[in-house]
């Protein structure tokens, strides 16, 4: 075996635990996490010959996972799937409030966070998400497929809706 | 006084959060923190979130997946596998070419059948996970071999009987495409070797490997595959050994 190609699939191997990861919440099932997973990687290694060395490996990884799973989806739309619907940015300034109060926070258990990320609009669980990989707002606008000057607004929309919705959970 | 206005200093929580700020701004968001109650609590629900999304579920890919990402074995279950082969044998020949890897096959079209290497490596997957691999384990060629005796419809004769580098593990009935064919099994290091002898006629035997004494080497889904024939018979060697190392352990084996 050519050792690029190892090298390649060892550096994608590394990373298959956050892309799984990934994959589950934007998929919310396991099974479509499993598929989502599988063909990123075909794809992934189809295109390494086009990965440019010294590049972000993780940053090219999530992204291929994230144009798959739009193309899963816009097959199983012509197939009469649904979809989510386009986020609502509806009126949550009131959730940007500065005297947020958060001592609950430390006592939301694992299943409510899971809820309530699950629960947030697929784009705004994306960003949220995306940041805490640790990916910069460009590498966001870009995974996201958003201009890079929303990137920080609908940030801190999702994680002000994230606690709101946590806070409800424990009311 | 600080630098800082309070919008700015509240992208810079953030990005301190992530580890992305320089000394210089993290020392004058330090400052403003000291001095300003409304972007410390700030801080706090941001650090609060942070904290929350560390206690998240994480999902975790079962082992299964990761034994088939990491064979390659990884498919779209919407594409289909010979498309999922070609795919993997085009990226191994073009990455051996752009590496300068000289191929050992001699003819440049002759890339094997691809689902004959694929089958290959199926074979060498159910051993490898399987939770019995082997049917027999080894007390030696003299013991795996008899075994064999009204399980296959042929003598595995003049089989490697494995030496200190390469021990015999044992051996196994498997199925290659469409008959039986005995699974020889041993151990390189951390390597498993397989070596499937069959009966050949009638299986999409690569050319190069068709004459006695011709090997035909290749490779599929990360692993080499090296091929011969014996008269009627047909051997399959697979591993993840490297092609060189496997063609070595070939050269062991071939009468
Ligand atoms: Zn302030």
């Known amino acids: ?171 | 006084m600080t630098t800082l206005d309070h919008a700015r200093a509240k992208e810079l929580v953030h990005e301190n959060l992530r580890g992305r700020l320089s000394s210089h701004e993290a020392g004058e968001l330090e400052a403003h923190l000291a001095s300003c109650e409304t972007c410390r609590h700030f801080d706090s629900v941001e650090r609060a979130t942070d904290d929350v999304l560390a206690r998240r579920p994480k999902h975790a890919p079962s082992r299964e997946l990761i034994a088939k990402l990491k064979t390659r074995a990884g498919e779209p279950p919407r594409a289909s596998r010979r498309r999922a082969a070609l795919l993997y044998a085009g990226i191994a020949c073009s990455l051996a070419a752009a590496a300068g890897v000289s191929l050992v096959v001699r003819s440049a079209r002759d890339h094997g059948d691809p689902r004959f290497q694929d089958e290959a490596v199926n074979d060498h997957l159910r051993i490898l996970y399987s939770e019995h691999p082997l049917d027999i384990a080894s007390g030696g060629v003299h013991q795996v071999r008899p075994w064999f005796e009204g399980k296959v419809d042929f003598a595995p004769m003049d089989i490697f009987e494995g030496d200190d580098e390469l021990p015999m593990q044992g051996g196994a009935v498997a199925v290659f495409m469409d008959r039986k064919a005995a699974a020889f099994v041993y151990k390189r290091r951390l390597h498993v070797v397989s070596l499937f002898v069959m009966r050949k006629e009638g299986l999409p035997w690569p050319r190069s490997a068709q004459c006695d004494g011709c090997t035909f080497v290749g490779t599929a889904r990360g692993f080499t595959t090296v091929t011969w024939s014996e008269g009627e018979l047909g051997y399959v060697l697979v591993s993840d050994v490297d092609k060189n190392e496997l063609t070595a352990i070939s050269a062991k084996m071939i009468r």
Not at chain 1, 9 to 16: D, F, I, Q
Not at chain 1, 73 to 96: F, P, Q, V, Y
Request: charged share 35%.
């Open chain 1, 1 to 171: 075996m050519a050792a690029e190609e190892d090298k390649g699939l060892t550096e994608a191997l590394a990373l298959a635990e956050p892309l799984y990861d990934f994959a589950r919440y934007l998929t919310k099932s396991s099974a479509e996490a499993e598929d989502l997973l599988q063909e990123t990687f075909v794809r992934a290694l189809g295109a390494y010959d086009r990965f440019e060395p010294g590049s972000n490996m993780k940053a090219w990884l999530f992204r291929i996972l994230r144009n798959t799973f739009l193309d899963q989806r816009r097959r199983d739309k012509k197939r009469g799937g649904t979809s989510e619907l386009a986020e609502d940015m509806a009126n949550d300034d009131e959730l940007l409030r500065d005297d947020v109060e958060i001592d609950f926070l430390k006592h939301v258990v694992a299943e409510d966070i899971e809820r309530a990320l699950m629960g947030l609009p697929e784009e705004s669980r994306l960003v949220v998400l995306l940041d805490f990989e640790g990916f910069d707002e460009e590498e966001i606008a870009d995974l996201a497929g958003c201009a890079r000057g929303t990137v920080k607004s609908r940030l801190s929309r999702a994680r002000a809706r994230l606690r709101a919705s946590l806070a409800e959970y424990v009311r």
